[in-house]
């Protein structure tokens, strides 16, 4: 916006505040969405991949990545770092 402000001072002068009005609607407007489709339970929101897809991999299952080394860390052992 400063560049606008810089450029354009006629411009900025007639719209600043209709401009500013319509940012902070849009974004109320967007936040009473927001709630009543993904917050509110039993919203209308559909059901899609990222809803689900954490309880399909190893975050929900608990299941380890890497089985942990017989020595019983990783990395470099004690007194080998650089």
Sequence with gaps: MSYVF???????N??????????TVG??????IQFFCITYPGGIM???WA????????DALGC???EMPEVGYFGPGPG???
């Design 6 to 12: 810089k450029r354009f001072p006629a411009w900025w």
């Design 14 to 23: 007639k719209y600043c505040y209709v401009l500013s009005i319509g940012l």
């Design 27 to 32: 974004a109320a407007i967007s936040g009473v």
């Design 46 to 48: 559909p059901s899609w």
């Design 51 to 58: 809803k689900t897809v954490y309880v399909s991999g190893c």
């Design 64 to 66: 380890p990545l890497n």
């Design 80 to 82: 080998e770092y650089l």
